[in-house]
């Protein structure tokens, strides 16, 4: 078992691969894809992004308060409680754009695990559990309800914001929590599309590569 602290080894060189016989190399092989595709698009990593969202959001609308702040009234009193509406802002925002980041190379480290390893052979049976055709579409019509209301508020809301005091800092505030919701709309769009073409290309499209082991049980070289 694989755990969900670190990522699975890639599959190891034709020349050095010890599976005895073919079936082994089929049950390594749904073993570390299962995992895999968990860690991709399970509906745990869809709320753990959408978490991190949700801080960014939080540290922004922190950041936006205190431009409404400095723009209202400009005393002693406005500018110490804007710094402090700043430092609480970027305290939650910058470690929420930093696992998002993170996120995104893992994310990428898993698709090409998952080319390397689901491209050893084929297994129709094992292989039709990886598919997740339910929670892929969950994350495409979540992510791009999220991104549409995103894109709404970024140039809608705006819009309809009449000028005076504090009517930049409202339309910062808004457009920022905009542009957050659009960005973390468009990650789980992505994915959802690259498990998808994972699953034509590698599962189902692609032919299957020849066996490693005959059927005799002996390793091709």
């Given amino acids: 078992m694989v755990s969900p602290a670190q990522l699975p080894p890639p599959p190891p060189p034709v020349e050095i691969r010890a599976w005895p016989d073919r079936e082994a190399l089929l049950a390594d092989r749904a073993v570390v894809l299962g995992e895999?595709?968990?860690?991709?698009?399970?509906p745990g990593r869809l709320a753990m992004l959408w978490l991190w969202g949700a801080l960014c959001a939080v540290g922004w609308s922190l950041v936006g308060s205190a431009i409404v702040t400095f723009e209202q009234s400009y005393d002693v009193f406005s500018i110490v409680l804007g710094v402090?509406?700043?430092?609480?802002?970027?305290?939650?925002?910058?470690?929420?754009?930093?696992l998002v980041v993170v996120g995104l190379r893992r994310d990428r480290r898993i698709r090409r695990l998952l080319a390397a390893w689901g491209g050893l052979d084929r297994d129709p049976a094992r292989d039709a559990r990886l598919r997740m055709p339910g929670v892929s579409l969950v994350?495409?019509?979540?992510?791009?309800?999220?991104?549409?209301?995103?894109l709404y508020a970024c140039f809608a809301v705006p819009a309809t914001v009449e000028a005076g005091r504090g009517a930049y800092?409202?339309?910062?505030?808004?457009?920022?929590?905009?542009?957050?919701?659009?960005i973390v709309g468009l990650i789980g769009i992505t994915k959802a599309f690259a498990h998808r073409r994972w699953v034509l290309r590698v599962l189902i499209g692609a032919p299957a590569p020849e066996p490693l082991f005959s059927v005799g049980g002996g390793a091709h070289r």
């Fill in 84 to 98: 402090i509406l700043v430092g609480m802002g970027a305290f939650c925002m910058v470690p929420a754009i930093i």
């Fill in 36 to 42: 895999l595709v968990k860690m991709h698009v399970s």
């Fill in 169 to 182: 800092g409202l339309v910062a505030l808004t457009m920022g929590l905009g542009m957050t919701g659009w």
């Fill in 139 to 150: 994350w495409l019509l979540m992510s791009f309800a999220l991104c549409a209301l995103g």
